[in-house]
Nanobody, 120 residues
Framework: QVQLVESGGGLVQAGGSLRLSCAAS????????MGWYRQAPGKHRESVAT???????SYADSVKGRFTISRDNAKNRVYLQMSSLNPEDTAVYYC??????????????WGQGTQVTVSS
């Protein structure tokens, strides 16, 4: 009933930038935390950035100073602005959200992922 859909991934050269977007839809009563995870080939999924409803932010050490997470509550969207990309950033990026649905149940939901490939 509730879905997250990512967009904005693609192929970029090292040093370039990409902006990822994630839209939440469905019967959502409220959204608390939102964030981004990524999974590189041969590795488990790792947290990249998190932003709370009060806009408290945390980043993985590997992306601090290069990535910026933000949200637009009116549009139920979360963004990840990625700059100074390097090949180590190549991964499938997943959007997450902690929501309260129309049944007032707290849920953690995931998007399907968007591929980011950084060439050297």
């Amino acid at each position: 009933q509730v879905q997250l859909v990512e967009s904005g991934g693609g192929l970029v050269q090292a040093g370039g930038s990409l902006r990822l977007s994630c839209a939440a839809s469905g019967s959502i009563f409220s959204i608390n935390d939102m964030g981004w995870y990524r999974q590189a080939p041969g590795k488990h999924r790792e947290s990249v950035a998190t932003i709370t409803s009060g806009r408290r932010i945390s980043y993985a050490d590997s992306v601090k100073g290069r990535f910026t997470i933000s949200r637009d509550n009116a549009k139920n969207r979360v963004y990840l602005q990625m700059s100074s990309l390097n090949p180590e950033d190549t991964a499938v990026y997943y959007c997450t959200a902690e929501i309260q649905d129309d049944l007032l149940q707290r849920r953690l939901i995931w998007g399907q992922g968007t591929q980011v490939t950084v060439s050297s």
